[in-house]
């Protein structure tokens, strides 16, 4: 082991050489490509020569302490493997659940440093030492396609500016949550070696002191904070890390680098994760045609109120309230048949447009063929979008009205003009003007202590941030928020009843067992206003809902679930910190005006 660390030590230093007499006009391409090498090289050799034979040997604490230098090299490679090779990225360091494909009836096994970490803390298992083996023989096929992928990579300017950024963006929204080291709680030093990678790189497009100034402070202030659940990560990401991606932003302007032609959910100029227009909700559409505009949103506006759409007494309106933001505080939204109830309550439509599927079970893949199921649910508003579109033919003024809206529109409204005027509307409901929204953009008045307490034991000790995903706080994955994510919680029939509600979730479309009882995992913003919760509305209080996740959800209470994905560790947050989260969550009630969501019609 010592001569091994000898090695190490100086091809490390053997590195630092050749990178300090490098041509100085080498192409930033060239050099970030071998300082991608070099540090890929290092972590397999890591791999292969050291926590291998570990894993052999059974040496507990010897494996912890180079799985986590792995982990750590690994983070100097993040902002690379994250944004060049998202699928290989996914692989080595995904969450350790089963990747579900429903399209085609496939449940692939999670693998990578999360799956390693479970079999070494908080304690060695020396039973699994052959899975152990094998997650670390794999992970070396995985490093090997990275390699390829890193061998054919081109690193322009604005690719390699958008990468780091992005990078930021995770550091503070899954790295210092500990999304991905919930047993090592190694995420603020991970987190440090990230950011300070980030500034590595942008080296090689240019001297920026300020910058590098920026990145030391972060850095630093991660590495003095020792105890995890302490860490103030509301002061961090609004004293270091938001400066720094405005500098990067501002330094991408100087250096005259041209926005990227591709989409990305994050927008190009936006200089944080919390200005009011940082994330691109045509991202989400999927097609050109679908892409907001203000005629879909106005037309969306009057049809999402318009008896005509049914044909009937419903409306998309009966069950979505802009008071309540749009759900119908009821556990169980009103069923088309007079005296019965629907199967699931009605979530929030604020914020749906940042989704990937839409509906608990996650059925429906955009927010268009929710409107369709909506509308031919003979449960829920029991017409038809073709005879929608029929009678809205006869109505001169609707017909002008979707001209200007679609300009290639020819003679007739087509049914799918129709669900993507609805759904262009639902895609407008994203205020993000809530107090927490206005205190990260520069408002320090508009959270007391307790409230930003509570954002802090929801980022850290809570782990609510792991699921709920800031800034949507919902489950699609920052910061390339292609994935939303779903998760089986255990939640029971009602409050005190101990066994599983009867829904089966997403396993109902898909009898795949890994998805019994799974939901998708819905915003919690304007969660003040959208009680009872869970998908069955089992929960009346705030308060319950905390204590469900506080016991460890199902499993915490003693209901036997094989595949919950909620740990059913308990949280051990005492009763002020529970009220603290609970305050931090109220923070997150947006200040809209009625008149301007639909409540005028």
């Known amino acids: 082991m010592y001569r091994k660390s000898i090695v190490l030590s100086f091809l490390s230093f053997f590195f630092f050489l050749v990178y300090c007499t490098q041509d100085s006009n080498e192409g930033h391409d060239k050099l970030i490509r071998r300082r991608l090498t070099s540090q890929l090289d290092t972590l397999e050799m890591i791999v292969e020569s050291q926590l291998l034979p570990l894993a052999r040997k059974g040496d507990g604490e010897s494996l912890k302490k180079v799985f986590s230098q792995c982990r750590m090299k690994y983070k100097e490679l993040e902002w690379f493997t994250e944004y060049y090779a998202p699928l290989s990225s996914r692989e080595i360091n995904g969450p350790p659940v089963p990747e579900i494909e429903v399209e085609e009836n496939k449940v692939l096994r999670p693998k990578g440093f999360q799956v390693i970490e479970e079999y070494l803390f908080p304690e060695y298992v020396s039973s699994e030492q052959s899975e152990l083996l094998a997650e670390i023989k794999s992970m070396l096929s995985i490093l090997g396609k990275i390699r390829v992928i890193l061998n054919s990579t081109e690193f322009s300017e604005a690719h390699v500016m958008e990468a780091c950024r992005l990078e930021v963006f ?53 590495r003095s904070e020792k105890d995890f659940n302490s860490f103030d990560r509301l002061a ?6 938001n400066p720094l991606t405005t500098e990067m932003v501002s330094w991408k302007k100087e250096l005259g680098i041209e926005p990227l032609r591709e989409q990305f959910a994050v927008n190009q100029n936006a200089s944080t994760l919390f200005d009011k227009n940082a994330l691109n909700v045509d991202f989400f559409t999927g097609n050109k045609e679908s892409r907001i505009s203000e005629a879909k949103v106005e037309l969306g506006e009057s049809l999402f109120s318009d008896k005509m759409v049914s044909g009937g007494n419903m409306t998309c309106k009966s069950c979505h309230q802009p008071a309540l933001a749009f759900t119908d505080g009821q556990p169980k939204s009103v069923s088309f048949t007079q005296g019965q109830f629907v199967k699931r309550n009605a979530a929030t439509l604020y914020y749906a447009g940042f989704q990937n599927e839409q509906f608990y079970d996650m059925r429906a893949p ?30 001169a003024g609707y017909i002008k009205r979707f001209k200007a809206a679609f300009p290639s529109m020819e003679k007739d409204i087509k049914p799918r003009y129709v669900m993507i005027a609805i759904a262009s509307y639902i895609r407008s409901l994203a205020p993000f003007n809530s107090k927490f929204d206005m205190y990260m953009r520069g408002d320090r008045r508009q959270m007391n202590q307790e409230e930003k307490n509570g954002f802090n034991l929801f980022m850290g000790k809570g782990k609510c941030g792991t699921c709920h995903f800031m800034p949507l706080f919902n489950g699609t994955a920052p910061p390339a928020f292609t994935h939303t994510e779903a998760e089986v919680l255990g939640v029971p029939a009602g409050p005190g009843i101990g066994k599983v509600d009867a829904d089966a979730g997403r396993y109902t479309n898909h009898q795949i067992d890994e998805l019994k009882f799974s939901f998708k995992t819905p915003t919690v913003r304007n969660i003040e206003k959208t009680a009872p919760y869970m998908h069955n509305g089992a929960f009346r209080t705030l308060e319950e809902v905390m204590e469900f996740y506080n016991e460890g959800g199902g499993e915490g209470l003693g209901i036997e679930l094989d595949n919950q994905t909620l740990p059913a560790d308990k949280l051990n947050l005492t009763p002020n910190e529970q ?17 301007k969501t639909g409540d005028r019609l």
């Open 170 to 222: 995770r550091v503070i929204s899954l790295g210092i949550s500990g999304f991905d080291t919930p047993l090592s709680l190694t995420g603020l030093a991970e987190s440090a070696t990230a950011l300070k990678e980030v500034s590595n790189v942008l080296d090689f497009l240019g001297e920026n002191p300020k910058l590098q100034k920026l990145v030391d402070e972060a850095v630093l202030a991660l």
């Open 579 to 595: 009220k603290a989260i609970i305050a931090f969550l109220k923070t997150l009630t947006d200040e809209v005006d009625l008149v």
């Open 236 to 241: 961090f990401i609004n004293n270091y890390a």
């Open 366 to 395: 955009s927010l268009e063929s929710q409107a369709f199921d909506v509308i031919s649910n003979k449960d829920e508003m029991h017409g038809s979008v073709e005879d929608a579109a029929a009678r809205m033919n006869k109505d």
